[in-house]
């Protein structure tokens, strides 16, 4: 069982409490510790380490413990000892001395957590759900959460998310202490990289620099923030083998990080195995450089972070797709030559006064439609389309429809030119997209009405549609 005092003032972590409760509005919040995993055999486990919440609001390493924080009370609920944890483990610190340490109201067995679970309303508290799979399920157990089993998705009730960003909102800006461990995780990890780059040389195995490096930490009694990376094949983001032969020539890289009482370093360096970079290496290394210089530059009050590394990535991508953009741009002009080309030819093929016919012919089938079915509805005489390279022009008899037609005879007008173009979309060679809507009644330009006539005009147009050609 591992049990680990606080090294700070208890003081730090009632303010944290205090802060999070506030947040909370009168809310119950319970954060579990949780519990070290067996590896091979249950007395034979990984590194025991809390869960980020419960560490952040207690500073302790207590497996199996609970806190409760209840508007200006804090309850710590903890395992009984097991008696042969002294003669395993060493004496343990006593619940008086956790209490001093932590600076929580109560300490109370963990075995009078469902007891006051049930006095407190179990729906009316807000947990976060631990990390570790077994604590998870005895917690959404207890408090009647669907994600106890494990793999189910976790969906956040109302009192749960609001925790969540509560402890969001308190932990974005850190206080002193946060900022003093944040500070050693960072001086280890600087150490920890130069050591490493110290004792780089071609020859040697990757996990001879894994050694030389995680060594500088547990020097200084931490360990590492999470699984160290230490390879030659970078390319492969989370390569956890350290096998490989270095050789002059080679990129190292290097992504380890320092914990120190759960604040976690995490750096990424890479450097050259004999010591010098190569002319692309060092290309490559300094374009990288001055990005990260320059974000870093904006990491203050007031930066433009986020708009910053936008530009840098956009200046990266824009430099590495260089000779890729050049070879398209190269392709493309070919394309748009021999597409020219096609144009011309298409042109000098292309009979417009055919073209204006056939769109003229669909015009006055539907304005001969119309007159059969009512006289007196289109008195006009026949459409002409007179096609043009880069333009064409209407003419109903010898003048142009929009100086011949007024009133009700520009709605029989357009509904003519719009089945004209329909036709066009079941023959081959023309590229109308075959929809067509029309929105009635239409406002004509002196003013007047269609409503008599709607049904008229629109029968024939129907009818057309409803013939096998279309």
């Given at each position: 069982m591992s049990h680990g005092l606080p090294s700070q003032a208890a003081s730090t972590f009632q303010h944290r409490r205090r802060a999070l409760a506030a947040a909370m509005f009168g809310t119950p919040g319970l954060l579990f510790a949780g519990v070290a995993r067996a590896r091979n055999y249950a007395a034979n486990v990984f590194g025991y380490r809390p869960d980020s919440h419960f560490l952040y609001t207690t500073g302790a390493w207590l497996e199996g413990a609970a806190l409760l924080i209840d508007r200006g009370e804090d309850t710590l609920f903890l395992p009984p000892s097991d008696p042969g944890d002294v003669i395993w483990h060493g004496e343990s610190p006593s619940w008086a001395d956790i209490q001093a340490a932590t600076g929580v109201d109560w300490v109370r067995p963990i075995a009078e957590l469902g007891t006051v679970l049930d006095e407190l309303g179990r729906a009316k508290l807000a947990t976060l759900p631990a990390i570790d799979p077994l604590t998870r399920y005895t917690q959404g157990c207890l408090l009647d959460r669907p994600w106890a089993l494990p793999g189910t998705p976790v969906g956040f009730a109302a009192h749960d998310a609001r925790l969540a960003d509560a402890m969001i909102g308190l932990r974005m800006i850190h206080d002193d202490a946060a900022l003093a461990r944040m500070r050693g995780a960072a001086e280890a990890t600087?150490?920890?990289?130069?050591?490493?780059?110290?004792?780089?040389?071609?020859?040697?195995?990757?996990?001879?620099?894994r050694a030389a490096m995680e060594a500088e930490l547990s020097?200084?009694?931490?360990?590492?923030?999470y699984g160290s990376i230490v390879t030659i094949h970078g390319e492969v983001l989370h390569a956890h083998s350290y096998a490989n032969l270095l050789h002059a020539g080679d990129l190292l890289l290097a992504d380890v990080g320092a914990e120190h009482e759960g604040w976690a370093g995490d750096v990424t360096r890479t450097w050259p195995v004999?010591?010098?970079?190569?002319?692309?290496?060092?290309?490559?290394?300094?374009?990288?450089l001055a990005m990260q210089l320059t974000a870093i530059e904006q990491v203050r009050p007031g930066g433009q972070i986020l708009e910053q590394v936008k530009q840098l990535e956009r200046t990266r991508n824009a430099l590495a797709h260089r000779d890729h953009l050049t070879s398209e741009i190269e392709e493309m002009g070919q394309e748009v030559a021999h597409l020219e080309g096609q144009v011309g030819n298409e042109k000098a093929e292309a009979?417009?006064?055919?073209?204006?016919?056939?769109?003229?012919?669909?015009?006055n089938s539907y304005l001969n439609r119309l007159s059969a079915a009512h006289p007196n509805a289109w008195t006009q005489d026949q459409v002409r389309v007179d096609l043009q390279e880069r333009s064409f022009t209407i003419r109903v008899g010898s003048k142009r429809w929009s100086?011949?037609?007024g009133g009700t005879l520009q709605l029989v007008f357009l509904l003519a030119y719009s089945y004209g173009l329909l036709r066009l979309s079941n023959s081959d060679g023309y590229n109308f997209p075959g929809l067509l809507i029309l929105d009635l009644p239409p406002k004509l330009d002196d003013g007047s009405t269609t409503v008599e006539m709607e049904s008229?005009?629109?029968?024939?147009?129907?009818a057309l549609l409803a013939t096998p050609e279309m």
């Open positions: 600087v150490a920890a990289h130069r050591a490493g780059m110290a004792a780089t040389r071609p020859g040697l195995h990757e996990h001879d620099v020097g200084r009694g931490m360990g590492c923030s004999s010591g010098k970079f190569s002319p692309t290496q060092k290309a490559m290394y300094e374009l990288v009979d417009l006064g055919r073209l204006g016919d056939v769109l003229a012919d669909g015009m100086k011949k037609l008229n005009v629109l029968e024939p147009f129907q």
